[in-house]
C-alpha cells in the first residue's frame, strides 16, 4: 500500500463545478504539499500546510492531522485548472508523493 | 516562471552513457532538491543540498550523484544509463533549510530519453 494514496484518479468537471480531489496518509508528516502539474510538465507548488485551512483565489486546501487526510477544492472551476493535482508529505528529510489525479474542466 | 532554471531541457542518450543535468535556483534560495518522474514510478525525491552541502538522501540510485557549487547552482548526473532511467528530472529550490516544510519551487523539468 502506498504511503500517500489520493482519489479519484480522474476526474472530470464541467466549468464551473465545485472540485474536491482527496489525500490520505499512513506515515507522520512535517507537511503536506498540493502540487499542480500541467500537460507541458512544468510543476507549481499550490500549497504546503501543516495544520487548517488555506485559500488562494478559488483554490481551498485542508487537512486534518488526527485523521491524516487532506482535501484540495477548487470552486467555480474553469477549463484552465485542467491539470494532474499532486499530494505529497514531507517527512523527516524525505519528501514521498500520490499518484496524482487527473483533472479535466470541460466548457 | 519559478525563477529556478534547468538545462537542458531536453536529452537524448545511449544506454550506458553519462550525462549531467544541470539547475540554478531562485535567486537568495539556498536549498536545491531532485527529484525524478517516471511513468511507472511517478514523482520520487532523490537529493537535497543545502549551501553546498548535502542534506537529505532520498531514493537515489549509486549510479546517480550531485553537488552544489559555490554560486548555488547543482547538477545531478547520471551515468551508466539504463533505459529505466528515462524520466522528467525536476529540480527545485526553497529559501531555506527546513525546505521539506516550506513552500517549493520547481524549475521546468530536464526530459532525458535512453535509447
Known amino acids: 500500500k502506498n504511503e500517500v494514496e489520493q482519489s479519484p484518479q480522474n476526474l472530470t468537471a464541467q466549468e464551473g463545478e465545485f472540485i474536491t480531489i482527496n489525500c490520505s496518509y499512513s506515515?507522520?508528516?512535517?507537511?503536506l504539499h498540493w502540487l499542480q502539474q500541467h500537460p507541458g510538465g512544468g510543476i507549481v507548488s499550490l500549497f504546503m500546510l501543516s495544520s487548517g485551512k488555506k485559500k488562494h483565489g478559488r483554490l481551498i486546501a485542508t487537512i486534518n492531522i488526527q485523521e491524516k487526510h487532506s482535501s484540495l477544492h477548487i470552486t467555480a472551476s474553469h477549463p484552465r485548472d485542467s491539470a494532474v493535482y499532486i499530494c505529497?508529505?514531507?517527512?523527516?528529510?524525505?519528501?514521498?508523493f500520490g499518484a496524482g489525479t487527473r483533472l479535466t474542466v470541460k466548457p | 516562471d519559478s525563477g529556478v532554471t534547468q538545462t537542458p531541457k531536453h536529452l537524448i542518450t545511449a544506454t550506458g552513457q553519462r550525462v549531467t543535468l544541470r539547475c540554478s535556483p531562485r535567486?537568495?534560495?539556498?536549498?536545491v532538491y531532485w527529484y525524478q518522474q517516471s511513468l511507472d514510478q511517478g514523482l520520487q525525491f532523490l537529493i537535497q543540498y543545502y549551501n553546498g552541502e548535502e542534506r537529505a538522501k532520498g531514493n537515489i540510485l549509486e549510479r546517480f550523484s550531485a553537488q552544489q557549487f559555490p554560486d548555488l547552482h547543482s547538477e545531478l548526473n547520471l551515468s551508466s544509463l539504463e533505459l529505466g532511467d528515462s524520466a522528467l528530472y525536476f529540480c527545485?529550490?526553497?529559501?531555506?533549510?527546513?525546505?521539506?516544510?516550506?513552500?517549493?519551487?520547481f524549475g521546468e523539468g530536464s526530459r532525458l530519453t535512453v535509447l
Open positions: 527545485a529550490s526553497s529559501p531555506g533549510l527546513a525546505g521539506f516544510t516550506g513552500e517549493l519551487f
Open positions: 506515515v507522520g508528516i512535517s507537511a
Open positions: 535567486s537568495g534560495d539556498l536549498s
Open positions: 505529497a508529505v514531507s517527512l523527516n528529510n524525505d519528501m514521498r
